[in-house]
């Protein structure tokens, strides 16, 4: 099955998790139909096996999850336990499933679900449901001002204004590439965020873009942001991912040698 997708500027993936074939296939297309993000544009991958989603999130990086509880292999209340529990991941995670007991809907919640949605559901109130996730999701205050900190990101000029230790401003120009990169890593400042996410940031498919490609582009916006330790900000690999983007404290600053992939920090996805 294709990915759908909506194209307008910005990208928010979804994944799906339901072991009907037919019930997935009309998730994915009542999402891609009716979902209005505005400026995103929505890309949902769907799963039928409980385990592919797991591997999936092992390398990928989603803005919303969908599960189905009832999945043989590895049903969605197991996964989201592993998701919160092991993985320490809060992204938003809505249950679509038949089974419809008070009990079951408080142990969803309980062990971490946003929100619950029993089947059949009603394609416009579902859509409402996630939007209302991504409004809300800590983020969304932040991208709303566009500034992150010190950093405030100037989409008409495609360019990202700092506010220097001594107060004045720093106004640098980027490509509408790097612009689009440096937005999808701060949005996501702390988190590895996969090569995958960031080649659909660009809105290329990964066979359309060399891997070094993605690469080089990285380099430069890790030169032109200044993006080392002394800038509040370290830029890393996270190996067998993608990249992460982490403040460092005072203390722990030095003069940057090593922050980049190009020869420094990679850091180890845990299982």
Request: proline residues 4%.
């Amino acid at each position: 099955m294709d990915i759908s997708k909506i194209h307008t500027s910005d990208a928010m993936r979804i994944a799906v998790l339901d072991d009907d074939p037919a019930q997935l296939g009309y998730l994915v297309h009542a999402l891609a139909r009716n979902l209005d993000m505005g400026d995103e544009f929505v890309s949902c991958r769907p799963f039928s096996q409980g385990e592919a989603l797991r591997r999936s999130l092992r390398q990928e990086t989603y803005d919303l999850l969908v599960l189905d509880w009832n999945v043989p292999d590895l049903d969605g209340v197991e996964l989201l336990n592993w998701l919160r529990n092991f993985q320490k991941s809060d992204v938003p995670v809505i249950m679509l499933t038949s089974r419809s007991s008070e009990r079951d809907v408080e142990a969803a919640l309980r062990i971490g679900a946003d929100d619950y949605v029993v089947k059949p559901f009603r394609d416009l109130e579902l859509c409402a449901r996630v939007r209302r996730l991504m409004i809300r999701r800590p983020l969304a205050t932040t991208i709303k001002a566009d500034r992150f900190g010190d950093w405030k990101f100037d989409h008409p000029n495609l360019c990202v204004h700092r506010t220097q230790t001594d107060g004045s401003a720093l106004s640098i120009s980027l490509t509408d590439r790097e612009f689009r990169l440096a937005l999808a890593l701060f949005r996501h400042m702390g988190q590895p965020v996969s090569r995958a996410y960031l080649l659909e940031a660009l809105g290329v498919q990964s066979e359309e873009l060399p891997s070094r490609a993605l690469d080089s582009h990285i380099y430069r916006l890790r030169n032109k942001l200044g993006l080392h330790s002394a800038s509040g900000l370290r830029l890393q690999t996270v190996y067998g991912r993608g990249y992460r983007l982490v403040r460092v404290e005072p203390s722990a600053q030095s003069s940057g040698d090593g922050d980049d992939f190009d020869g420094g920090v990679n850091v180890r996805n845990s299982s």
